[in-house]
């Protein structure tokens, strides 16, 4: 840590007013934003100890990616053109049954560097993967690593799922609790815990009672997939009369608090019951078209006041974690699904990507926007590129022209992680290389071939 001085910048505050300071400053002392401004930065400053010219680069709030699986990047590729409940029984349940911690670790470092690599320093991680009780801990461990912000949901489920991926209540609450005693607040606060109920189909009335007031107790949220595909609804309609939004309310747990995957088949009914709660959607736009799963209705939801959170979901389903695909793909496919051009600007979908992502993470005081008192989470983006240039509106060319090859300089809690397009804090070749042989092992351990 120190202090760090970043200028000459597009600053991108993504704050309330939404303010762009071209040329901009922002100055970082240890973990926090000390000041954002316009123009040259103030003497005093300049003698930072890190001094980073940004000129001809777009300075931004790191992104959130509020959803994914990182044990998937062993699988990625794997059951292409499938739908939900096929892919899982092809791709998710045989690795599943058998992965390692060291092998849970290894694809959480590949995850975790892409996602540095592709702009998002905070990531949530829906890990229900527990065949080794402490792949949840290498997991912990490669984010401890690796410099992210990061949010384990640790997911489960007790009934009605796989045999080998259900559990007791009572496992559920203890390695929960386990985990939160080893991981809550570590690493200066950068690794938090929470519940991770898997599905609606899976989790029983009472084991989600129990936990959302564990969750109450301990100031923490919960993040379940709701309404993915139709076939899941129905299956919820057969198994208690109602659908997953419907359900949670019933249930009286639907919240502030919820981090409400997908939400793709959503009735006008539960929209305002999701807008009353107050709870988060995170939409998945480049998985739901991937598994042809539907349109979630986001333009809608916004215009309810529903926050809306963005993120790639697991790589076995995407094919990866690129977040600033994931912004022009929410542009894109709710433009033509709406036939309205204007139906989200780039502003819209970056305030989704920063300050509802921010909101999903639980932390929106600290994260979402570059403003004096929030950590020093930021990206530092070239837009001196052929695709990119002429850049006329930065908002722009961030969602429509740039891509992971663009990001030059990531920053989480003060610290550098990649700078001039290279991870500094782990041997990535080394990870890669380690990690394409265990996964191998895996897949031969496993039984899965490769078609």
């Known amino acids: 840590m120190g202090t760090i001085l970043i200028k000459n910048g ?6 309330e007013k939404e303010e762009v300071y071209c040329p901009g400053f922002v100055f970082i002392e240890n973990d926090l934003i000390v000041a954002v401004g316009e123009g040259e930065a103030p003497l005093p400053y300049q003698k930072a100890d890190t001094v980073i010219d940004a000129h001809l680069m777009a300075v931004m709030p790191g992104m959130v990616n509020a959803h994914t699986h990182l044990f998937q990047t062993f699988i990625r590729g794997l059951a292409d053109d499938k739908p939900l409940l096929d ?42 993967i527990h065949a080794d009780p402490f792949n949840d801990d290498g997991v912990c461990r490669a984010a401890e690593e690796t410099g992210v912000r990061f949010l384990l949901a640790r997911g489960w ?3 009605d799922y796989h045999p080998a991926l259900m559990e007791t209540p009572e496992r559920i609450v203890r390695e929960t609790t386990r985990l939160r005693q080893k991981w809550e607040n570590a690493a200066n606060g950068r690794i938090r815990v929470e519940y991770g109920p898997l599905i609606p189909w899976g989790c029983s009335d009472e084991t989600m009672k129990k936990t959302h007031t564990m969750s109450k107790e301990w100031c923490s949220g919960t993040h379940i997939h709701v309404a993915e595909t139709q076939k899941e609804i129905e299956m919820n309609m057969d198994l208690r009369g109602n659908r997953h939004i419907e359900w949670l309310d019933q249930i009286g747990v639907l919240g502030p608090d919820f981090q409400l995957v997908h939400s793709v088949w959503l009735t006008d009914h539960e929209i305002e019951l999701v807008a009353k709660s107050n709870a988060v959607v995170v939409h998945c736009p480049v998985s739901n078209m991937y598994l042809a799963s539907g349109v979630a209705r986001v333009p809608e939801m916004l215009n309810k006041g529903i926050t809306v959170a963005l993120a790639s979901d697991g790589p076995g ?35 989704m990507a920063c300050r509802g992502g921010a909101r999903a993470f639980g932390i929106p005081e600290q994260i979402g926007s570059l403003q004096p008192g929030k950590k020093a989470d930021l990206v530092l983006i070239d ?17 429509y022209n740039v891509s992971t090859r663009d990001v030059d300089t990531v920053i989480v809690d003060g610290n550098i992680l990649m700078r001039d397009k290279e991870i500094l804090v782990v041997d990535e070749k080394l990870i890669l290389n380690k990690a394409r042989k265990v996964c191998q092992d895996l897949f031969d351990r496993a039984g899965v071939t490769i078609e």
């Open 317 to 351: 389903s995407n094919n990866n974690q690129d977040m600033l695909a994931v912004l022009k793909t929410t542009a894109l496919l709710h433009k033509v699904n709406t036939l309205n051009a204007m139906v989200l600007l780039p502003e819209d979908v970056l305030r």
């Open 10 to 15: 597009t600053v991108l505050t993504i704050n």
């Open 383 to 399: 837009l001196n590129t052929p695709m990119a240039m002429p850049v006329h509106r930065v908002a722009s060319a961030l969602v």
């Open 157 to 159: 489920a007790d009934m």
């Open 87 to 128: 892919w899982l029984k092809t791709a998710i349940w045989p690795v599943a049954q058998a992965m390692t911690e060291e092998e849970a670790y290894l694809a959480a470092m590949v995850g975790l560097i892409e996602n540095l690599r592709g702009g998002a320093t905070s990531v949530i991680d829906h890990q229900y």
